[in-house]
């Protein structure tokens, strides 16, 4: 996406600013932030404070995607949690006051980790951020979705089901001839197939859980907020451990980075098995059941998204500079799933 696309229109955003946030007060200014695929996301600074504003993409984007309204809701009702998130202040849902949905959240001065190895830290420290990171995922997990009115959030049925669903239409919305994939076939016909009976888990799922959508304070391994919660749902709890698990097998590599060929042992983060045993002994849950399905479904599901950034990177309203890349790598991550395929 230019520069251009993503310009926010500073006159236009700050005379609604005074009329809905008055404690915002300008002259503003406003620093897109490079990481991240999806919502575009600003620092907006002035005398009076700092604030994050993250908005959907401009122009034609793929029905139900970009969903910054959803992401509204749950931060609003994680609030008294013991999530940490931060503070959501407005939602404008009026496109033409700078061109698309969008939010304003506190600003969380946080330390973010955008690889998995956590090369900063002391490899004897590297633990108890893996830890902080699994303690975490189960706070989310152990959310009362009534009592902070998230009851009606996502449609009723078997989670996988529909999200096998989902991803296969949102796949199929994007799939080319020059974008042909075996791998994404070979898991769209055996997910189904294989896919578990509903067994009554239901959580609220973040739907993206991974290092670099955790803020850290800046010294110690506490995580002070979870953020982009665009695909977060009601679902099973043990997608959310699967999609964390993936980053044992991605390659490093600078867009979605993963642990795939490193020591573990010698850099200090824990096997597959401790984090699953961590996860067990934190949400109380027993997270047993085919292992090999929620790994496939993951990156079936991970592709699907990735497929959706090249699209979006050829229209020219992706988020990132390095969109072309990672929709890219959409292959390599049908392949991994591929191989977990019985």
Not at 25 to 49: D, E, I, M, W
Not at 145 to 151: E, I, K, P, R, T
Not at 292 to 305: G, P, S
């Amino acid at each position: 996406m230019s520069l251009a696309a993503t310009a926010l229109p500073m006159a236009a955003l700050a005379d609604y600013l005074a009329q809905h946030v008055p404690n915002i007060r300008g002259p503003l200014t406003a620093t897109k932030f490079s990481g991240g695929q999806s919502n575009p996301t600003y620092l907006l600074a002035s005398a009076s404070g700092r604030w994050v504003l993250r908005r959907k993409p401009p122009g034609t984007l793929l029905s139900s995607a970009h969903a910054v309204d959803r992401e509204f809701r749950v931060l609003t009702a994680l609030q008294d949690s013991a999530v940490p998130v931060a503070r959501p202040i407005h939602l404008c849902t009026d496109d033409s006051v700078i061109g698309s949905m969008f939010y304003l959240m506190d600003y969380v001065d946080g330390r973010v980790f955008w690889d998995p190895a956590l090369p900063s830290i002391n490899a004897a420290d590297r633990g108890a951020y893996y830890r902080s990171a699994i303690t975490t995922l189960a706070a989310i997990h152990a959310v009362d979705v009534a009592a902070v009115g998230l009851a009606d959030y996502a449609r009723p049925g078997n989670y996988f089901a529909r999200q096998i669903k989902r991803w296969s239409e949102q796949y199929g919305a994007t799939a080319t001839a020059a974008n042909a994939d075996a791998a994404m076939d070979r898991l769209l016909a055996w997910l189904p197939a294989h896919c578990p009976a509903d067994d009554g888990q239901l959580a609220l799922v973040h739907g993206d859980f991974r290092f670099d959508n955790l803020m850290f304070a800046q010294q110690q391994p506490q995580v002070l907020a979870v953020v982009d919660w665009e695909l977060s749902t009601l679902g099973h709890p043990l997608a959310d451990l699967g999609y964390f698990c993936m980053a044992l097998r991605l390659p490093q590599n600078p867009i979605l980075s993963g642990l795939a060929g490193l020591d573990r042992h010698a850099l200090g983060i824990p096997s597959e098995a401790a984090l699953i045993d961590l996860y067990a002994a934190a949400s109380g849950r027993n997270p047993q059941g085919d292992w090999h399905f929620h790994l496939a479904f993951n990156f079936f599901r991970l592709a699907a998204i990735a497929h959706g950034v090249y699209q979006r990177a050829l229209a020219g309203n992706a988020s990132s500079e390095r969109a072309l890349e990672a929709g890219r790598m959409a292959r390599l991550v049908s392949q991994l799933g591929a191989e977990h395929c019985g």
